[in-house]
């Protein structure tokens, strides 16, 4: 695991301690370059552990998608369908006796969309040839989004069309990073604070339609039945609703 650079500093300064040869570092004209080298250094240090972490976890997680009837093994079985083309996102969840895929693919322009009847039908034929373990039922789903409307309180600088299309534009590529996580408010808040001329945000109000309606959302997080969110619309327009002000 990556260490912290203070940790990675102090190592390498009790280091430097043990060769009496260093001391002299330790003046006023040494010790601002010898503590910037040190900085510099353990940087890269953190860096290259942090690569030794990724490719860790790559190989942990190919091994395991080898083991059958895992989580990783279901999950892996979905994304290489196809030639591994097809299905993009992926969201496994294990109960007593069922395991759920629910699956999505990506749908131009940076979109979630679910998987076509046809598709999904390749999916479940394929679950079909050597993935169920015995006693336990595999559910294949491809489930449209679960649609949101935003009223949004937002205080902004400069033009307001052009901050306004900039809010809009942000809030729905965010949507499109989610999949298998609960939306937050907080987060997309943070995450709209990021545009160009908006100097405070809020979310008045979120309801969410999984299927049956749109229902008020008064907590701050909310989970996706089919595992990702797209922005509603009504008469062809978003369900987003901005409050500007200055």
């Not at 076509?116 to 789903?141: C, H, P, Q, W, Y």
């Not at 949004?152 to 534009?169: C, M, N, P």
């Amino acid at each position: 695991m990556a260490r912290e650079l203070v940790d990675i500093e102090q190592e390498m300064l009790n280091e430097k301690a043990t060769h009496s040869e260093l001391d002299v570092l330790d003046t006023p004209s040494g010790t601002g370059i010898w503590r910037k080298l040190i900085s510099v250094v353990a940087k890269g240090i953190r860096s290259m552990e942090e690569l030794w972490d990724a490719f860790k976890a790559d190989l942990i997680e190919i091994g395991e998608q080898q083991k059958y009837g895992t989580v990783p093994y279901y999950r892996g079985k979905a994304l290489a369908y196809g030639g591994g083309a097809i299905v993009s996102r992926v969201s496994v969840r294990e109960g007593r006796k069922v395991v759920i895929v629910k699956t999505a693919k990506n749908g131009g322009s940076g979109t979630i969309v679910h998987l076509t009847d046809a598709e999904l039908e390749g999916l479940r034929n394929e679950f079909k040839t050597d993935s169920k373990v015995a006693g336990t039922d595999l559910i294949v789903l491809s489930q449209t989004a679960d649609l949101c409307d935003f009223k949004i309180s937002v205080r902004f600088t400069g033009d307001q069309a052009t901050v306004e299309t900039a809010v809009q534009t942000a809030l729905k590529d965010y949507l499109s990073t989610l999949y298998d996580v609960e939306l937050s408010k907080t987060l997309v808040e943070q995450e709209l604070l990021k545009v160009d001329g908006v100097e405070d945000v809020f979310i008045t109000e979120l309801k969410v339609n999984r299927g049956l309606g749109y229902v008020l959302i008064t907590n701050n997080s909310v989970d996706a039945d089919a595992g990702y969110f797209a922005v509603g619309q009504s008469g062809g327009n978003d369900l987003i609703t901005l409050s500007m002000y200055q």
